[in-house]
Structures are given as C-alpha cells and as structure tokens.
C-alpha cells in the first residue's frame, strides 16, 4: 500500500465518518441539538475538502495510485451512506429513507458492475460520467444543509433547499446508474450468451 500525503488525506476523510455520526450522540448537555448540526456540517464540509485536495494534489505531485483510486470513492461512498443514516435519524427530512435508499442501492449496483466490468477487461466503459460529477456535487451541497437544519446568514433556509438539492441528487443518481447500465448492456447480453 502505497503511502503519501494524498492517501494519508483520504485516510482522514474516513476517520472523520463516525465523528460526523457521532456528534449527534453526545448529551444535549453537552452540545446542544442546533450546535450538533453546525458540529457535523463542519466536519463533512472538512472532509468533503480533503476529497478535492486529496485529488488535486496526487494529479499535481503525479501520485496517483490505483490503491488511492480505489480508496477515494469507497471513502466519498461511506461519507455520504453514514451522512444520510445520521438525516434519516436525527432530521425530519420528507421521504428521506426512500433518497437514502436509492444513493445507496445505486452506489452498490454500480460498484458491482464496476467490479465485473474489470473482470472482464471492460472497466473503461462505466468511467466516471458528467452526469455522476453532478450527482456528486448535488449530494455534497445538501447534505451538509440538511444537517445544519436551520436559517444561514439570517436568509436560506439550509432545510428547504437542501431537501429540493437532494431530490435533485437522488434523480441524477437514477439517471446516472441507467446510463451506466445502458453502456454495459451491450456486454452484458454478449457475456449471458457465452454461459
């Protein structure tokens, strides 16, 4: 396993996942329920940094490895999963177990088809797309604004919007694991005929 600043970066976005869990458990006595949400917000907007720095620096420094292109999205995937149980918990976002359901079941088709497709030799034909950056971005926008819950800078009200950005999320989540699918078709139907 290799070992330098861009891996030892995404190292601490995973060791930040339970502290973005684990501060909405500690007593109301000693953190209160709004301080919790900035506590968190904090936190994931932190480790949600650390995914763009731990990328533009191994491109810069040119180290790039395939140990850290296969941890850094296992890391953006536990961040958003252990996030999302933290809303479907603590906050009452409308229909926010059928979201959660639909990021995470897509998460895993795709890291499944992702894994049979390099099977096969065909891993290039279900590279990340534009569609699934959007869906990214989209996701770390309004999680941290559902788990602020509250009104920012006296104007947004970090609830409403971050509820319609992760509607939003969740339909580029659908939209991108069919593209994904729709790429892979072809093959798949060639494979299922040489069984």
């Known amino acids: 396993m290799p070992l330098n600043i861009p891996i030892l970066l995404t190292w601490l976005r995973v060791a930040m996942i339970p502290l ?23 936190i994931f907007i932190g480790a949600a940094f650390t995914d763009w720095l731990d990328g533009f620096l191994a491109r810069r420094w040119n180290e790039t490895s395939a140990f850290g292109a296969f941890l850094d999205p296992v890391a953006d995937k536990l961040m ?9 918990e603590f906050r009452s976002v409308d229909y926010i177990s059928i979201i959660a359901f639909i990021i995470i079941g897509r998460e ?31 996701q770390m926008v309004a999680i941290p604004m559902l788990l602020y819950d509250g009104i920012l800078f006296k104007r947004i009200d970090t609830h ?3 509820q319609w950005l992760l509607w939003i999320a969740a339909a580029l989540t659908l939209w991108s694991m069919f593209y994904y699918l729709r790429k892979a078709w072809p093959l798949m139907k060639v494979n299922a005929k040489l069984r």
């Open 160 to 162: 409403y919007w971050g």
């Open 80 to 88: 958003v999963a252990g996030a999302l149980l933290v809303l479907i």
């Open 20 to 42: 973005i869990v684990g501060v909405f458990y500690l007593p109301d006595l000693w953190l209160s329920p709004f301080n919790k949400g900035v506590a968190s917000t904090t």
């Open 108 to 138: 895993i088709t795709i890291s499944a088809l992702r894994e049979w497709m390099a099977q096969i030799g065909a891993s290039k034909s279900v590279a990340v797309s534009s569609i699934g950056k959007i869906k990214t971005t989209a």
